[in-house]
């Protein structure tokens, strides 16, 4: 489908385009369709903008990422649709291991992500033998690779699940989650929530580490930055910055309702 530019959900169709050709090419799962659009709905009531919360969340996210050890970044389905460019290039940037990882999992659904992200360039992609399990959880995204996720400090899980993120804490790993949904089980149990749109999320978290690392950082001031974030206190701004935007379109009288 050609979708023209000058139309006023262009941004928004395009995504949708992208999930629809997952599916097609065997990476996307037709349950991705419905968490996608839930998130949508979100980002409507955001202006479909990143929040000053969100960018907030972004700038600690990156101070994690950079600090971190062992880095894993966790790929499913959508995230293999929507940003597979996006998260081989954050692989590259903080030389961290990209690891695929489904709630609807089949082995060759496994392989063509795989297969779609080394086509992006990446160099290192877990997931297709997994040897651990993660403690807690009885379906298919307890699988794990001891050399990734099973073992990392830090975890990347864009669009993840509630009770992963859970054990994943459980675990005593630290895991930054992009989420629209302020109020989901998965933000308020991650050390980080990013409720942003995952491109915009992940151009930013790009945008934000790589300028770090070409003007040079103090290990001091990326671990002050996170030591002075509070990741409950930060959804609760989201959702004043939503409620101060639900009323201002309430009070515009006319020529409906304004962007």
Do not use: Q, W
């Amino acid at each position: 489908m050609i979708i023209p530019k000058s139309h006023p959900r262009y941004e928004s169709l395009k995504r949708r385009e992208k999930l629809v050709s997952g599916i097609e090419a065997g990476i996307t799962s037709l349950h991705g369709l419905i968490a996608h659009g839930r998130g949508e709905a979100f980002d409507y009531l955001m202006g479909e903008k990143t929040l000053k919360s969100a960018l907030r969340a972004t700038e600690v996210a990156a101070a994690l990422l950079l600090m971190a050890k062992s880095p894993v970044l966790s790929v499913n389905g959508n995230v293999a649709a929507l940003v597979s460019r996006e998260m081989v290039h954050l692989s590259e940037l903080i030389d961290a291991p990209l690891e695929v990882n489904l709630f609807h999992r089949t082995e060759e659904r496994v392989k063509r992500i795989k297969e779609l992200l080394e086509r992006e360039g990446a160099k290192r992609v877990l997931g297709d033998k997994p040897d651990s399990r993660i403690p807690g959880i009885e379906h298919a995204r307890a699988l794990a690779t001891r050399e990734g996720i099973y073992t990392a400090d830090v975890v990347l899980a864009p669009l993840e699940d509630g009770d992963r993120c859970e054990s994943l804490i459980a675990m005593g790993k630290k895991v930054i989650t992009i989420d629209l949904n302020p109020l989901s089980r998965t933000s308020r149990y991650a050390t980080v929530s990013i409720v942003d749109d995952i491109e915009r999320a992940l151009r930013n978290l790009n945008t934000i580490i790589g300028e770090k690392k070409e003007r040079g950082y103090e290990y001091r001031d990326l671990d002050a930055l996170v030591r002075g974030y509070d990741n409950s206190e930060n959804l609760r701004a989201v959702i004043k910055e939503l409620s101060t935007r639900l009323s201002e379109l309430s009070e515009a009288s006319e020529g409906g309702l304004k962007e």
